[in-house]
């Protein structure tokens, strides 16, 4: 695959390209491209231009970082001083915060320029981003199908080359599923790598921030600036990394790839193949398969779907139009008000959410529903803890289906949540999982295969799939369009 942010910066390093005219050139792309797509919700083009002024006296220095004057995106549940910031709901309309969230101060010190806010399901409750007050993001492989969600705009505009990169956020599997549909590369970190501060919540205890990219070192170099322990979010861990970019070095002789028959129970034969394919390279090149039984995977999503519900109901409670955002034109007192501005500003899948939330927190039937979610929660985790002392990694398909055509609502009611099966296990157990491209299905759409590791060990995670992108064949390919690099 391109490595974007590593070409584009070896140009500005050594002064073929400033940084302006890049961030011009981006904007050009954005201006022709996004009244199609409708990745960016909101564009900030003259905070890029200054940002992309400031990276040039930056790499005057001759010390920049490699993200120094690099166009990028933020979606829009990530809080920046001053922007819009709107969560792609009507109830945030006109929402700017008044600080910065940790991981934009440490990209912004980094000389990163912020192009825009991209697209989302509406507070990231979604698989397919069209629950966003904004209308869906197109999948630029085919626009006929969606981009995945919840993080869909920025999977778009990266896949799309309207952002060198962008951050996402993961509750359940939105930096990865979009990755997958998108035919790009998607990292969700461990829980508690990256600081959740300015991140706007939707699950407390699942979020997380990470990068997408058009390469696994791309993703590196993102990972790298924005990992780390912060102060002021308390659930951040301290760990040692090192330089994971530079520890890119493809070797997997020896390692142990657990393959687990619950994460492929219903996938498409298409994608089976797909998957086992890429096993088979690397056991050709020294790793070895293991079998792996996970029965309380099984679980998995009613678990997540209680836990999740259940903070977002606590989370959105803060939104009731006396403080910021929408506030409703007609009431007859504050309780009418607060009623009428959650109404009317909030989009069916949040409301049915929050309600299910509230019901399993409530008396009578905490102890039947969110109690008994949080006792399997811990019996998933201490799974994947013994799961990884038999081996390093676990591969399997990051999503049991290619990309969803537009407007697609299933056989079912729970369709679309079943489309989360082999994601939200990932965030239950708090541990990194990362999607890589892994060829086309029949109808040419992107596959992704996901590669989990052990808590903290984004190292093996991202070596192993620096292996299969550098190793294999690529069958998906850089979309034609986009800023020419």
Known sequence: ??????????????????????????????????????????????????????????????????????????????????????????????????????????????????????????????????????????????????????????????????????????????????????????????YGAVSRYGLIAYGSSLDQIGPLTYSVKDAAIVFDVIKGVDSRDQTSKTFEYGNLMENLNQDIKGKKIGIAEEFFDGIDSDMKAQIFEAIKLFEKNGAEVIPIKLPAMKLALPVYYIIACAEASSNLGRYDGIRYGHRTNSYESIEDMIYRTRSEGFGDEVKRRIMLGTYVLSSGYYDAYYKKACIIREEIIKEFQ?????????????????????????????????????????NIAGIPSISVP??????????????????????????????????????????EGGVSI
């Open 1 to 190: 695959m391109k490595e974007i942010i590593s070409e584009l910066s070896a140009k500005l390093q050594s002064r073929e390209i400033s940084s302006v005219e890049l961030t011009k050139e981006y904007i050009k792309v954005i201006e022709e491209a996004n009244p199609k797509i409708n990745a960016y919700v909101h564009t900030t083009y003259e905070t890029a231009l200054l940002g992309a002024e400031n990276a040039d006296s930056m790499l005057k220095t001759g010390n920049a970082s490699k993200l120094c004057g690099i166009p990028m995106t933020l979606k829009d549940n990530i809080c920046t001083d001053g922007l819009l910031t709107t969560c792609c709901s009507k109830i945030l309309d006109g929402f700017k915060p008044y600080y910065d969230s940790a991981v934009w101060e440490k990209l912004k010190a980094q000389g990163a320029v912020l192009l825009g806010k991209a697209n989302m399901d509406e507070f990231a409750m979604g698989s397919t981003s069209e629950s966003s007050c904004y209308g869906a993001p197109l999948n630029p492989r085919n626009m006929a199908h969606v981009t995945g969600g919840s993080s869909g705009g920025v999977a778009a505009a990266v896949c799309a080359n309207m952002a060198a990169y962008g951050l996402g956020s993961d509750t359940g599997g939105s930096i990865r599923q979009p990755a997958s549909f998108c035919g790009i590369v998607g990292l969700k970190p461990t």
């Open 386 to 426: 013994q799961t990884f002392e038999q081996c390093d990694v676990l591969i399997a398909p990051t999503a049991p289906n290619t990309a969803f055509p537009l407007n697609y609502k299933g056989t079912s009611s729970v369709d679309m949540y079943l489309s989360d099966i082999c994601t939200v296990p990932i």
């Open 438 to 479: 892994c060829g086309k299905d029949s109808k040419g759409l992107p596959i992704g295969m996901q590669i989990m590791g052990k808590k903290f060990d984004e190292a093996t995670i991202l070596n192993m799939a620096y292996f299969y992108e550098q190793n294999s064949e690529d069958k998906v390919g850089v979309y």
